[in-house]
């Protein structure tokens, strides 16, 4: 069974920095768009940065524009998720999803009905 792993969650500070990872069992990500989503308690689960899989094209929401950067390394595999300065409001569990039957509408990258696969998510916390 196809899996993505998410990795690199934890505790920070107000203004520190994270790098989430994503990683797949048993195919390449490398041909395959990801993004990262994210919920946080109470919430919808939200779309926060896309990367597309053929000369890489990145997107991102307005509220991460400028803070995150998506990229992708298909020597390893992954595809990261840079987040800095970040913000309390940042809490939440990142996904990283692809869509694996089919082919995507990239212009709808933030629609969750986009995506077929996720992963287990990782638990991102900013607080003083």
């Known amino acids: 069974q196809v899996q993505l792993v998410e990795s690199g969650g934890g505790l920070v500070k107000p203004g520190d920095s994270l790098r989430l990872s994503c990683t797949a069992d048993?195919?390449?990500?490398?041909?395959?768009?990801i993004g990262w989503f994210r919920q946080a308690p109470g919430k919808e689960r939200e779309a926060v940065s896309f990367i597309t899989y053929i000369d890489p094209t990145t997107y991102y929401s307005d509220s991460v524009r400028g803070r995150f950067t998506i990229s992708r390394d298909n020597a390893k595999n992954t595809v990261y998720l840079q987040m800095n300065s970040l913000k309390p409001e940042d809490t939440a569990v990142y996904y990283c999803?692809?869509?694996?039957?089919?082919?995507?509408?990239?212009?709808?990258?933030?629609?969750?009905?986009?995506?077929?696969?996720w992963g287990q998510g990782t638990q991102v916390t900013v607080s003083s």
């Open positions: 048993r195919f390449d990500l490398e041909w395959y768009p």
């Open positions: 999803a692809t869509r694996l039957a089919g082919r995507m509408t990239t212009s709808r990258w933030f629609a969750r009905d986009e995506y077929d696969s």
